[in-house]
């Protein structure tokens, strides 16, 4: 009784919901980040290489052999080293994306925490804190000019 108790708030204080949403938009961002690296950044590239197709860059370590008939007896080892530099660019444009987002994220909170600021609606709380913080300061003047008289 007392985990379904702890699951039912674990629920109901939106850690799963927060959870759920976070994979499904890191879901849908993967697929935007792989098409934008695959269909949109690669082709240029290759291009600039006379044509070269990362994925299928590979170091040969040793050759299939095939027997007289043509079938494969020993299968080629090679390292495929293009299909990582593919996976390290996807990293590279994911890694600099996300970069950006929280960048502007950033700057778009600092400006709606910025009290002063009369063009963005500053949250409640942090107006209230502002204020406290305004009234504190105005009865620290008068205690020090109190004790000083």
């Keep these: 009784m007392k985990l379904l108790k702890e699951f039912k708030e674990f629920a109901v204080k939106g850690n799963m919901m927060d959870m759920a949403i976070g994979i499904i938009i890191g879901a849908a961002f993967n697929k935007v980040i ?3 690296a695959k ?11 006379d044509g070269v197709n ?3 860059k590979k170091l040969v370590l040793r050759d299939a052999i095939t027997d007289a008939s043509g079938t494969i007896t020993t299968s080629e080892v090679a390292v495929a080293y293009g ?8 990293f590279m444009i994911i890694g600099f994306t ?3 987002i929280v960048k ?19 949250p409640k709380d942090i107006q209230l804190l502002s204020d406290l913080k ?7 003047k008068l205690l020090k000019s ?3 008289s």
């Design 34 to 36: 792989d098409v934008l």
């Design 104 to 122: 502007f994220m950033n700057r778009l909170r600092n400006k709606a925490q910025d009290t002063k600021d009369v063009t963005v609606v500053t």
């Design 134 to 140: 305004e009234l504190m300061a105005e009865q620290n």
């Design 54 to 56: 990362f994925g299928d």
């Design 83 to 90: 299909k990582l530099s593919e996976v390290f660019l996807d």
């Design 146 to 148: 109190n004790l000083k």
């Design 39 to 49: 269909q949109v950044i690669l082709p240029p590239l290759s291009l600039l290489t």
């Design 98 to 100: 996300v970069f950006i």
